[in-house]
Structure formats: C-alpha cells, structure tokens
C-alpha cells in the first residue's frame, strides 16, 4: 500500500512513542524499511466512514495481502458528563462548567469553568490555596472565568478508567467539587487518541510554575 497525491488514496502515518510524548510521522509509502515487527501505523481515509466498506493491504499487482470489512458504526465523542441539567463541575469557591465532552479516549473538554482562586481560605498565603486538575499540573492561584479547559489522561489511563473527576486541593486533601463518570468501554465508544503529526519526537514538557 502506497501513498500518492490522489485524492482517493489514504494518508499513512506511524505511531511512535518516547518519553517526552506520543507522535505520529507522515509514511510516504510502505517499503523495505519499514519491515518490523508491532509497528503501529495510522491510516486517515478520505471522505465519511460510510463511504468505505472494506480496508485492504494489496501488494503492486493489486493481490490482497489482508482486509477486514468496515460493517461497524464508527465510535463518537461523548457528550455530556452532567451534575445537573445544563451543568458540568459543581463545587465550592465559584467552581462550575458547563457538561464535560470526551473527545477521544484520553481527551476531555471542560467548557466554561469558572474558579474564584482569591476567595479560598488564606488568600495570603499562597501555598493553602494549590488546586489542582491532576498531579504535576501547576496549581491554580488565579480567578478564572467561563475558559474552556482540556484534561488529557497519561498514555498509560482511559478514559474507561476514569470513575470520577475532582478539582482538588492537595495541600489539605480536600475535594472543592467533583462529578462522577464512569464510562463501559462497550456501551460508549469514543474515537481513540491520536497524537500530532510531527517530524521528531515532542520536546519536553517544563513542569515550572
């Protein structure tokens, strides 16, 4: 299977992960080089899913190597984790949003969060007030108003793993609001997550504050 500038011809991409990140690099075509075992490779079809109906791998004669039949519905984000109608996060200092959305398997939305930092106990003392989304996530010392906030989940967590999510003060181990989840990986199929294309691995992510 080869890439060519016809339309019709899909893109081809293979999946590497590093340390410092995952990262997809743009195949021009299949050939000797890539002759290796567990390669993960990506493939961006043109036009709707319910256009094609078989994937194949053909060799140069246009003998069929491999197929599976596309006779599946494609898997959608998710929408929406809800408290209540019309609301998302719920919880103490101004914290709320509207419903949260899962954009792909490691990927959630948060639309319109809202957090009032300066009215937590000890506005003076900074360190009482370090609220976090998730751990190495830089605390949150500042109001925030209506921004739309986006999770991604480790490479080594789904969205399927996930029971609950929690805008949470580690400091003084305490929950400022939380809204459960809990996703079956059978009833709910979200797209899975796809990394950027790029031409090298991703440089490190500064943890500095």
């Known amino acids: 299977m080869s890439a060519s500038n016809e339309k019709s011809t899909p893109k081809i991409y293979q999946y590497h992960s590093?340390?410092?990140?995952e990262w997809l690099e743009n195949l021009v075509s299949l050939g000797s080089e890539q002759h290796k075992t567990h390669t993960r490779l990506i493939v961006k079809m043109t036009g709707s899913a319910a256009?094609?109906?078989?994937?194949a791998v053909v060799d140069n004669s246009g003998n069929i190597i491999a197929s599976v039949n596309?006779?599946?519905?494609?898997?959608q984000p998710f929408?929406?984790?809800?408290?209540e109608p019309d609301m998302g996060l719920f919880g103490e200092y101004g914290i709320?949003?509207?419903?949260?959305?899962?954009?792909?398997?490691?990927?959630l939305r948060i639309p319109r969060f809202s957090y009032k930092a300066s009215q937590t106990p000890g506005t003076?003392?900074?360190?009482?007030?370090?609220?976090?989304?998730?751990?190495r996530a830089c605390p949150m010392?500042?109001?925030i108003t209506d921004q739309t906030m986006t999770v991604r989940l480790d490479r080594s967590q789904t969205i399927y793993d996930i029971e609950w999510i929690s805008v949470f003060c580690y400091k003084y181990s305490?929950?400022?609001?939380?809204?459960?989840?809990?996703?079956?990986?059978?009833?709910?199929?979200?797209?899975?997550?796809i990394p950027d294309v790029r031409t090298s691995e991703p440089p490190r992510i500064s943890q500095r504050c």
Do not use: A
């Open 124 to 135: 003076d003392r900074k360190e009482t007030r370090h609220m976090r989304f998730f751990r």
């Open 79 to 83: 929408c929406c984790f809800e408290s």
């Open 141 to 143: 010392l500042k109001d």
């Open 174 to 193: 305490h929950d400022f609001g939380h809204l459960d989840m809990g996703l079956v990986e059978n009833e709910e199929q979200v797209p899975p997550y």
């Open 96 to 107: 709320i949003s509207d419903p949260i959305e899962v954009i792909d398997s490691r990927t």
């Open 51 to 55: 256009q094609w109906k078989q994937f």
């Open 18 to 21: 590093s340390p410092n990140g």
């Open 70 to 75: 596309l006779n599946k519905k494609p898997p």
